[in-house]
C-alpha cells in the first residue's frame, strides 16, 4: 500500500528564508502532484510533476522529483508571509483509476 | 478556469440522520472522487467512479457510504447513517481522461453530527 511522507510537519521560518519540503512516497510512481491549502479552503494546484528529474517553478517555489529515490522537494526561497498555508504533496498510485495518496502536510507559517 | 461545485458548504445534522453531499464535477471529465479531511489532518481518499459505476474505494467508505450520478451532471456522496466520527470536510474532485492531469478540488462540505 502506498504510504506518503512529508517532512517538516511543521514550519515556522522569517521571511527572506530559504527552505526545503521533502516529500517521501514507499512504492514505485511518476507522478506527483503538489497542493496548497489555506485554512478552511480547498486545495489549490501548485505544481504537476510527471517524470524522473522534473523541476517546476512558479515565483518562491519551486519542486522536483527523483522517482529513483521516491523523494518530492518543494523549495521555498526567501519566504513571505504570503506563502503561509499547509502544503500537501500527492502520489498517483498508478492503481488505474488515477487515484492520489496525500502525504501528511507540512503547515508553513512565514513570521514578518 | 472550470470549476467543481460542492452544495452545501456546510451542513449540520444529528448522528443517525442520512445526509446527501452534492457535487457538480467539470463537464467534460469522466473521473470522480471523494475525500475527507478531518480537521488538520490530511486528505483521505474515500472512492473513485467512472464509467457510472465505483471503481476503487477505502477501507473508509464502508456499507453506510454511497456515491451515484443520478443525471450525468451531479455526483452524490451518501452517508446513511452518521456517526460522530464522519464529522469532516468532504472534498469532490474530478479528473478529464488521462494520466498526468491533475485533479480538479471542489471548495469542500463542512459535515459536523452531534
Known amino acids: 500500500e502506498l504510504k506518503v511522507e512529508q517532512n517538516p510537519l511543521f514550519l515556522s521560518m522569517q521571511e527572506g528564508k530559504n527552505y526545503t519540503i521533502y516529500c517521501n512516497y514507499s512504492?514505485?510512481?511518476?507522478?506527483l502532484y503538489w497542493y496548497r491549502q489555506d485554512p478552511g479552503k480547498s486545495l489549490e494546484s501548485l505544481f504537476v510533476?510527471?517524470?524522473?528529474?522534473a523541476v517546476k517553478q512558479e515565483g518562491r517555489l519551486m519542486a522536483s522529483l527523483d522517482t529513483k529515490a521516491r523523494l518530492s522537494t518543494l523549495h521555498i526561497t526567501a519566504a513571505v508571509h504570503d506563502l503561509s498555508a499547509t502544503y500537501f504533496c500527492?502520489?498517483?498510485?498508478?492503481?488505474?483509476?488515477?487515484?492520489?495518496?496525500f502525504g501528511t502536510g507540512t503547515r508553513l507559517k512565514v513570521l514578518a | 478556469e472550470p470549476e467543481v461545485t460542492q452544495t452545501p458548504s456546510h451542513q449540520v445534522t444529528q448522528m443517525g440522520q442520512e445526509v446527501i453531499l452534492r457535487c457538480v464535477p467539470i463537464?467534460?471529465?469522466?473521473?470522480f472522487y471523494w475525500y475527507r479531511q478531518i480537521l488538520g489532518q490530511k486528505v483521505e481518499f474515500l472512492v473513485s467512479?467512472?464509467?457510472?459505476?465505483?471503481?476503487?474505494k477505502s477501507e473508509i467508505f464502508d456499507d453506510q457510504f454511497s456515491v451515484e450520478r443520478p443525471d450525468g451532471s451531479n455526483f452524490t456522496l451518501k452517508i446513511r447513517s452518521t456517526k460522530l466520527e464522519d464529522s469532516a470536510m468532504y472534498f469532490c474532485?474530478?479528473?478529464?481522461?488521462?494520466?498526468?492531469?491533475?485533479?480538479?478540488f471542489g471548495s469542500g462540505t463542512q459535515l459536523s453530527v452531534l
Open positions: 474532485a474530478s479528473l478529464r481522461d488521462r494520466a498526468g492531469e491533475k485533479l480538479f
Open positions: 510533476l510527471l517524470s524522473n528529474g
Open positions: 467512479f467512472y464509467n457510472n459505476e465505483i471503481s476503487e
Open positions: 512504492t514505485t510512481s511518476d507522478r
Open positions: 463537464s467534460n471529465h469522466l473521473y
Open positions: 500527492a502520489v498517483d498510485s498508478l492503481s488505474g483509476t488515477y487515484k492520489y495518496i
